[in-house]
Structure formats: structure tokens, C-alpha cells
């Protein structure tokens, strides 16, 4: 059983920077895939970003591309989101998700099978 748990979440002003985190349990091989998705109030979840666990390939939605980074560590099992130059825009809750393999072609929340359960993250202006 996949679980997945972040932390991380809470209050910054605009410009500023948090680090989100997600412990991945559970899983049996390197082939998949883990990625951040956000929900904003009365939006739909949208990507942020993923990476392929096994190569380190990332992907970034427009909106943070430069300003975001996902990374991980395999010793912990962990996969990070670095977000500076924080925006009002940005505030929502953060999920993390994996799923098996990689995709090819955009990427979407139907993509992933396995989530947590949210973080909260909030950018005043």
C-alpha cells in the first residue's frame, strides 16, 4: 500500500519561500513517478510539477516554472518542493501524488493513482 504524507504547509508573504515535503511509503520499485498538484478555492486541482524517481526527469507547469523546484532524496524516501518568489496566486492546498511509470505528454491529476492528504499553503500580499 502506497502512502503518501506531507508537511511543510502554512503563512508566508508575497516573495517569500516554503519548502514542502513528502515521505512515499510503500513502494516496491523505482519505476514511478511523484508529482505536486494544488487546489485553489472553487478551482480544480492542476499540476505543478513531477519527477521520474528513477533519472531525476522533471516537469513544471508554466505558472512556476523558475520559481519551483522538485527534488528528492532516496536515502528518506522523500520528494521536496522548493517554492520561492511566492505569489498570492500560489495560495492552495498542495497535494503530493505518485503513480506507476512515467508519462509522456501533459500531465494531469488523472494521471496519478496514490495521494496525500493536502497541505495547506498560504501567500499574503
Known amino acids: 500500500q502506497v502512502q503518501l504524507v506531507e508537511s511543510g504547509g502554512g503563512l508566508v508573504q508575497a516573495g517569500g519561500s516554503l519548502r514542502l515535503s513528502c515521505i512515499v511509503s510503500g513502494r516496491t520499485s523505482n519505476n514511478y513517478g511523484v508529482g505536486w498538484f494544488r487546489q485553489a478555492p472553487g478551482k480544480e486541482r492542476e499540476f505543478v510539477t513531477a519527477m521520474r524517481w528513477s533519472g531525476g526527469t522533471t516537469r513544471y507547469s508554466d505558472s512556476v516554472k523558475g520559481r519551483f523546484i522538485i527534488s528528492r532524496d532516496n536515502a528518506k524516501n522523500t520528494v521536496y518542493l522548493q517554492m520561492n518568489s511566492l505569489k498570492p496566486e500560489d495560495t492552495a492546498v498542495y497535494y503530493c501524488?505518485?503513480?506507476?511509470?512515467?508519462?509522456?505528454?501533459?500531465?494531469?491529476?488523472?494521471?496519478?493513482?496514490?495521494w496525500g492528504q493536502g497541505t495547506q499553503v498560504t501567500v499574503s500580499s
Open positions: 501524488a505518485a503513480r506507476d511509470g512515467w508519462i509522456v505528454g501533459p500531465i494531469n491529476p488523472t494521471h496519478f493513482g496514490y
